[in-house]
Protein backbone atom coordinates (compact mmCIF):
# COMPACT_ATOMS: atom_id res chain seq x y z
CA UNK A 1 0.00 0.00 0.00
CA UNK A 2 1.41 3.95 -0.53
CA UNK A 3 2.65 5.20 2.27
CA UNK A 4 0.95 8.39 3.50
CA UNK A 5 3.12 11.17 4.41
CA UNK A 6 1.99 14.79 5.46
CA UNK A 7 2.36 17.23 3.19
CA UNK A 8 5.85 18.93 4.37
CA UNK A 9 6.75 15.23 3.89
CA UNK A 10 5.43 14.43 0.89
CA UNK A 11 6.97 17.18 -0.56
CA UNK A 12 10.09 16.47 0.40
CA UNK A 13 10.05 12.67 -1.35
CA UNK A 14 8.00 14.11 -3.99
CA UNK A 15 11.70 15.87 -5.21
CA UNK A 16 14.00 14.38 -3.62
CA UNK A 17 12.94 10.57 -5.11
CA UNK A 18 10.66 11.14 -8.04
CA UNK A 19 11.77 14.61 -9.27
CA UNK A 20 15.51 13.80 -8.83
CA UNK A 21 15.11 10.27 -10.96
CA UNK A 22 13.01 12.23 -13.83
CA UNK A 23 16.29 14.18 -14.12
CA UNK A 24 18.23 11.11 -13.85
CA UNK A 25 16.39 9.34 -16.90
CA UNK A 26 15.75 12.28 -18.87
CA UNK A 27 19.51 12.50 -19.56
CA UNK A 28 19.68 8.88 -20.06
CA UNK A 29 17.14 9.12 -22.82
CA UNK A 30 19.72 10.66 -24.73
CA UNK A 31 22.56 8.44 -23.52
CA UNK A 32 24.05 10.88 -21.21
CA UNK A 33 24.94 9.98 -17.64
CA UNK A 34 25.47 12.79 -14.88
CA UNK A 35 27.92 10.18 -12.89
CA UNK A 36 31.15 12.27 -12.33
CA UNK A 37 29.90 15.65 -14.43
CA UNK A 38 29.86 18.92 -13.79
CA UNK A 39 26.20 19.55 -13.56
CA UNK A 40 23.55 23.11 -12.57
CA UNK A 41 20.51 23.37 -11.68
CA UNK A 42 18.84 26.46 -12.75
CA UNK A 43 16.05 27.86 -9.98
CA UNK A 44 17.08 25.38 -7.29
CA UNK A 45 14.48 26.06 -4.75
CA UNK A 46 15.05 24.23 -1.52
CA UNK A 47 17.56 21.61 -3.13
CA UNK A 48 15.75 18.36 -2.03
CA UNK A 49 15.58 17.52 -5.72
CA UNK A 50 19.06 18.30 -5.99
CA UNK A 51 20.13 16.36 -3.02
CA UNK A 52 18.29 13.32 -4.79
CA UNK A 53 20.36 13.37 -7.84
CA UNK A 54 23.68 13.86 -6.31
CA UNK A 55 22.34 10.68 -3.93
CA UNK A 56 21.70 9.08 -6.98
CA UNK A 57 23.71 9.73 -10.13
CA UNK A 58 27.00 11.33 -8.30
CA UNK A 59 28.10 14.11 -10.25
CA UNK A 60 31.30 15.34 -9.48
CA UNK A 61 30.13 18.44 -8.69
CA UNK A 62 26.48 20.00 -9.01
CA UNK A 63 25.41 23.53 -8.14
CA UNK A 64 21.93 24.70 -7.98
CA UNK A 65 21.47 28.60 -8.47
CA UNK A 66 18.50 30.60 -7.53
CA UNK A 67 17.86 34.18 -7.09
CA UNK A 68 16.77 33.39 -3.29
CA UNK A 69 20.21 31.82 -1.92
CA UNK A 70 19.24 28.32 -0.72
CA UNK A 71 19.32 27.70 2.85
CA UNK A 72 21.52 24.46 3.33
CA UNK A 73 20.33 24.43 7.10
CA UNK A 74 16.53 23.72 5.96
CA UNK A 75 17.82 21.15 3.26
CA UNK A 76 19.85 19.38 6.01
CA UNK A 77 17.60 19.54 8.64
CA UNK A 78 14.48 18.43 6.11
CA UNK A 79 16.20 15.58 5.13
CA UNK A 80 17.59 14.19 8.29
CA UNK A 81 14.04 14.41 9.35
CA UNK A 82 12.94 12.02 6.63
CA UNK A 83 16.03 9.43 7.44
CA UNK A 84 17.99 10.74 4.57
CA UNK A 85 22.07 11.03 4.77
CA UNK A 86 23.48 14.31 4.58
CA UNK A 87 27.16 13.57 6.10
CA UNK A 88 28.34 13.19 2.44
CA UNK A 89 26.86 16.25 0.10
CA UNK A 90 28.56 14.58 -2.97
CA UNK A 91 29.62 18.47 -4.20
CA UNK A 92 26.82 19.83 -4.02
CA UNK A 93 26.46 23.47 -3.58
CA UNK A 94 24.29 26.27 -3.51
CA UNK A 95 25.05 29.78 -4.85
CA UNK A 96 22.96 33.10 -5.65
CA UNK A 97 22.05 33.81 -9.03
CA UNK A 98 20.64 37.14 -10.20
CA UNK A 99 17.07 37.02 -12.40
CA UNK A 100 19.23 37.04 -16.10
CA UNK A 101 22.94 36.31 -14.88
CA UNK A 102 24.38 32.98 -13.80
CA UNK A 103 27.37 33.36 -11.85
CA UNK A 104 29.42 30.95 -13.47
CA UNK A 105 32.38 31.01 -16.07
CA UNK A 106 31.41 30.03 -19.54
CA UNK A 107 30.97 26.39 -20.88
CA UNK A 108 31.83 25.35 -17.20
CA UNK A 109 28.88 22.88 -17.00
CA UNK A 110 28.84 19.31 -18.60
CA UNK A 111 24.81 19.40 -18.19
CA UNK A 112 22.01 21.72 -16.63
CA UNK A 113 18.85 20.87 -15.25
CA UNK A 114 15.73 23.28 -14.50
CA UNK A 115 12.62 22.08 -13.21
CA UNK A 116 9.06 23.65 -12.43
CA UNK A 117 11.08 27.36 -12.45
CA UNK A 118 10.94 28.53 -15.74
CA UNK A 119 7.01 29.69 -15.87
CA UNK A 120 8.69 31.84 -13.03
CA UNK A 121 11.45 33.49 -14.85
CA UNK A 122 10.72 36.68 -16.14
CA UNK A 123 13.05 36.80 -18.84
CA UNK A 124 13.04 33.41 -20.44
CA UNK A 125 15.53 34.45 -23.63
CA UNK A 126 18.11 35.95 -21.03
CA UNK A 127 18.15 32.92 -18.86
CA UNK A 128 18.73 30.41 -21.86
CA UNK A 129 20.69 32.52 -23.08
CA UNK A 130 22.96 32.04 -20.09
CA UNK A 131 21.96 28.43 -19.82
CA UNK A 132 23.80 28.35 -23.51
CA UNK A 133 26.54 30.18 -22.73
CA UNK A 134 27.41 27.82 -18.97
CA UNK A 135 27.28 24.59 -21.66
CA UNK A 136 30.17 22.99 -22.30
CA UNK A 137 30.87 22.06 -26.26
CA UNK A 138 28.81 18.70 -26.33
CA UNK A 139 26.64 19.45 -23.09
CA UNK A 140 23.06 19.27 -22.79
CA UNK A 141 19.84 20.91 -21.29
CA UNK A 142 16.80 19.54 -19.75
CA UNK A 143 14.18 21.53 -18.99
CA UNK A 144 10.84 20.53 -17.31
CA UNK A 145 7.83 23.27 -16.97
CA UNK A 146 4.59 22.66 -15.07
CA UNK A 147 2.13 24.17 -15.54
CA UNK A 148 1.85 26.49 -17.84
CA UNK A 149 -0.17 29.43 -17.01
CA UNK A 150 -3.17 29.00 -19.38
CA UNK A 151 -3.67 25.50 -18.56
CA UNK A 152 -6.36 23.91 -16.09
CA UNK A 153 -3.35 23.80 -13.14
CA UNK A 154 -2.07 27.12 -13.91
CA UNK A 155 -2.28 29.34 -11.80
CA UNK A 156 -0.46 27.50 -9.20
CA UNK A 157 -3.09 27.90 -6.48
CA UNK A 158 -5.19 24.64 -6.50
CA UNK A 159 -4.74 24.80 -2.63
CA UNK A 160 -7.75 27.95 -2.91
CA UNK A 161 -9.14 27.10 -6.07
CA UNK A 162 -9.33 22.76 -6.99
CA UNK A 163 -11.58 23.87 -9.96
CA UNK A 164 -9.63 23.58 -13.67
CA UNK A 165 -8.92 26.89 -15.08
CA UNK A 166 -10.31 29.39 -12.48
CA UNK A 167 -7.95 32.23 -13.23
CA UNK A 168 -8.90 32.05 -16.79
CA UNK A 169 -12.70 32.94 -16.13
CA UNK A 170 -12.43 35.62 -13.32
CA UNK A 171 -10.45 38.52 -13.37
CA UNK A 172 -6.83 38.59 -11.63
CA UNK A 173 -8.01 41.37 -9.30
CA UNK A 174 -10.57 39.36 -8.23
CA UNK A 175 -8.36 36.12 -7.28
CA UNK A 176 -5.76 38.38 -5.78
CA UNK A 177 -8.39 39.89 -3.45
CA UNK A 178 -9.82 36.57 -2.44
CA UNK A 179 -6.09 35.46 -1.73
CA UNK A 180 -5.17 38.62 0.60
CA UNK A 181 -8.27 37.70 2.58
CA UNK A 182 -8.64 33.88 2.80
CA UNK A 183 -7.40 31.95 6.15
CA UNK A 184 -7.18 28.76 4.30
CA UNK A 185 -3.82 27.93 4.55
CA UNK A 186 -1.05 30.36 7.12
CA UNK A 187 -1.23 33.21 5.61
CA UNK A 188 2.85 33.70 5.02
CA UNK A 189 2.33 30.72 2.34
CA UNK A 190 -0.82 32.10 1.15
CA UNK A 191 1.01 35.56 0.47
CA UNK A 192 3.29 33.78 -1.32
CA UNK A 193 1.67 32.10 -3.25
CA UNK A 194 -0.35 35.40 -4.24
CA UNK A 195 2.44 37.22 -5.00
CA UNK A 196 3.65 33.47 -7.48
CA UNK A 197 0.83 34.19 -9.15
CA UNK A 198 0.77 37.54 -10.19
CA UNK A 199 4.37 37.29 -11.91
CA UNK A 200 3.93 34.17 -13.42
CA UNK A 201 5.57 34.78 -16.69
CA UNK A 202 2.34 33.26 -18.63
CA UNK A 203 5.01 31.58 -21.48
CA UNK A 204 2.92 29.93 -23.99
CA UNK A 205 4.25 26.84 -25.82
CA UNK A 206 5.45 28.70 -28.78
CA UNK A 207 6.91 31.74 -27.08
CA UNK A 208 8.65 28.67 -25.10
CA UNK A 209 9.94 27.21 -28.61
CA UNK A 210 11.06 30.67 -29.99
CA UNK A 211 12.88 31.62 -26.77
CA UNK A 212 14.56 28.52 -27.37
CA UNK A 213 15.85 28.77 -30.83
CA UNK A 214 16.82 32.69 -29.76
CA UNK A 215 19.05 31.84 -27.11
CA UNK A 216 21.29 29.20 -29.84
CA UNK A 217 20.01 26.06 -28.13
CA UNK A 218 18.30 23.08 -30.58
CA UNK A 219 16.09 20.71 -29.13
CA UNK A 220 16.31 17.31 -29.50
CA UNK A 221 14.02 15.50 -27.72
CA UNK A 222 10.81 16.60 -26.97
CA UNK A 223 7.37 15.60 -24.58
CA UNK A 224 3.91 17.66 -24.42
CA UNK A 225 2.61 16.66 -20.96
CA UNK A 226 -1.52 16.72 -21.81
CA UNK A 227 -4.63 15.40 -20.61
CA UNK A 228 -8.39 15.48 -22.00
CA UNK A 229 -9.45 19.26 -21.72
CA UNK A 230 -13.43 20.15 -21.16
CA UNK A 231 -14.21 23.16 -23.61
CA UNK A 232 -16.31 25.57 -22.51
CA UNK A 233 -17.41 28.86 -24.34
CA UNK A 234 -15.62 30.97 -21.98
CA UNK A 235 -12.55 29.35 -23.00
CA UNK A 236 -13.19 29.56 -26.66
CA UNK A 237 -11.23 32.30 -27.46
CA UNK A 238 -7.68 30.49 -26.17
CA UNK A 239 -5.44 28.67 -28.02
CA UNK A 240 -6.56 25.04 -27.88
CA UNK A 241 -2.52 23.99 -27.64
CA UNK A 242 -2.33 26.62 -24.83
CA UNK A 243 -5.11 24.96 -22.74
CA UNK A 244 -4.33 21.03 -23.63
CA UNK A 245 -0.66 21.31 -23.13
CA UNK A 246 -0.01 21.58 -19.50
CA UNK A 247 3.85 20.96 -19.60
CA UNK A 248 6.34 20.07 -21.00
CA UNK A 249 10.02 18.05 -20.61
CA UNK A 250 13.12 18.76 -23.26
CA UNK A 251 16.35 17.86 -23.84
CA UNK A 252 18.18 20.16 -25.97
CA UNK A 253 22.22 20.80 -26.97
CA UNK A 254 24.09 24.29 -27.74
CA UNK A 255 23.39 25.00 -31.62
Not at 113 to 118: L, V
Request: glycine share 8%; aromatic share 10%; with cysteine.
Amino acid sequence: MPVERDPTSQWFWDHYELAAQQVIDAFASVGVSLQDKLVADVGCGDGFMDLGVVHRARPQRLVGFDVNLTDIEYLTRGAEKEGVETADLGGLSFERSEAARLPAEDASFDAVFSWSAFEHIAEPIEVLSEIRRVLAPGGAFFLQLWPFYFSAKGSHLWEWYPEDFHHLYRPESEIVQELTGSELKPADWTQMMRREFQHLNRVTVDELQRAMLAAGLVTRRLELLSSPTTLTPALARYSWLDLGVSGIKLIATPG
